[in-house]
Every structure is written in structure tokens, then in C-alpha cells.
């Protein structure tokens, strides 16, 4: 059974901050993603990370695979209350195409 | 193609009635996933289908649950004899498959939110 943590689980800032969310296990992932949902509706996607060590950038967050692919991180520079959200972290591992998801960084940017 | 729809948003039900769901994916999607969420914690794998074949389930689904695709187009979840514990709210996602599927990430609809009275 593959486990993903993530932390922290909550996460209270004032906007313009920075913040990081980390996603680990101790598992090996053929790929991870980061999903974002909100109240009522189901998990959007955000990124795939497929490449050890790879990191991808869209706009204000970065998202980092660890080189061994077992933990990732997400980085949001100048947070916006509209980054406001539940911040999901999961991976796969081939060949079963189901996704394992962490517990979720419910994040809460203050204007 | 407006991306997954599932119906109905809202199901409150009297413990011990049956209830069915229904997702329709995006079409040219072939994966279909579904997914049971409770309060404060990440989705849980419940099943998949490629086409109309199911092909992988979760211990979670007990015999209470019942996933269909009969044409490789929708699915229904059916849950029978409810139970309060089965209050939660269920997603269901599709993918495209092929080499690299998993690159693609899943599309979620917006869930079916049950309550179990």
C-alpha cells in the first residue's frame, strides 16, 4: 500500500506571503500530482510530475519531484485569497492507473 | 464537451434504501474512476474501468457496492442497504489511456454528496 503525508494539513497566511506544501512517502511514484479543490466540487489538476528531480512552474507555484520521485513539494510565491483551497497531492504506479492521494493542505490566504 | 457530469449532486437517504449514481465522462475519455471523499481527508480509490471493463477494485467496495459501465460510455455506482457511514461525497474522474496515461492526470466532476439518515 502505497502512503502519501502531506503537510502541514493546515496552513493560515496573510496574502503576499510565500508558503511551501511537502507531499512524501516512501514509496517510489511512476508519476505525482497536485490537485487543488474547493468546497462542493471535485479535485481540479494542477501539474504532472513525471521526471526525478524535475520541476515545473506555473505562474506564481512551483512544483518539485524529488530525485528518488518519493516526495514532492509545491511552492506558491505571493499568495493570493484566491489560492484559497485544498491542496491534494497523489501518485501511481504503473501498471495499476489508480491514484493514491494524500490527506490534503487545506490552505487559507487572509487579505 | 463540458467534462464529467454526475448526477445527482445531493442524495440524503433513510438508512437501509438503495441508491444509484450516474457519471458521464468526457467522451473520448476510455478510464473511468470512481472515488469516495469523506470530510478532511484525500480521495480513496474505490474502482476503474477501461471501456465497459472493470478492472481494478478496491477492498473499500464491499459487497454493498455495485459499479457498472455497460457500454464504455457512462457508469453507474449503486450502493445498497445503506449505511451511515457511507455519507461522503463520491467523484468520479476519467482519463485517456494509451502510453504515458498517466501523464494526463484525471478529470473529477463535481461529486455526488450522499447522506445516510
Known amino acids: 500500500t502505497q502512503l502519501l503525508e502531506q503537510s502541514p494539513q493546515f496552513l493560515s497566511i496573510q496574502e503576499g506571503e510565500n508558503l511551501t506544501v511537502y507531499c512524501n512517502s516512501s514509496s517510489v511514484f511512476s508519476s505525482l500530482q497536485w490537485y487543488r479543490q474547493e468546497p462542493g466540487e471535485g479535485p481540479v489538476l494542477l501539474v504532472t510530475v513525471v521526471t526525478g528531480g524535475e520541476v515545473k512552474k506555473l505562474k506564481r507555484l512551483t512544483f518539485q519531484f524529488g530525485d528518488a520521485r518519493k516526495d514532492s513539494s509545491l511552492h506558491i510565491t505571493a499568495a493570493q485569497p484566491g489560492d484559497t483551497g485544498l491542496y491534494l497531492c497523489a501518485g501511481d504506479v504503473r501498471p495499476s492507473s489508480r491514484l493514491t492521494f494524500g490527506e490534503g493542505t487545506q490552505l487559507t490566504v487572509n487579505p | 464537451d463540458t467534462g464529467v457530469s454526475q448526477n445527482p449532486r445531493h442524495k440524503i437517504t433513510k438508512r437501509g434504501q438503495n441508491v444509484t449514481f450516474r457519471c458521464d465522462p468526457i467522451s473520448e475519455h476510455n478510464r473511468l474512476y470512481w472515488y469516495r471523499q469523506t470530510l478532511g481527508q484525500g480521495p480513496e480509490f474505490l474502482t476503474y474501468f477501461q471501456n465497459e471493463a472493470q478492472l481494478e477494485k478496491s477492498r473499500l467496495l464491499s459487497d454493498r457496492f455495485s459499479a457498472e459501465r455497460p457500454k464504455g460510455s457512462f457508469s453507474t455506482l449503486e450502493i445498497q442497504r445503506t449505511e451511515q457511514g457511507d455519507s461522503a461525497m463520491y467523484l468520479c474522474?476519467?482519463?485517456?489511456?494509451?502510453?504515458?496515461?498517466?501523464?494526463?492526470?484525471?478529470?473529477f466532476g463535481s461529486g455526488t454528496r450522499l447522506t445516510v439518515v
Open positions: 474522474a476519467s482519463s485517456p489511456s494509451g502510453l504515458g496515461i498517466n501523464n494526463y492526470g484525471y478529470t
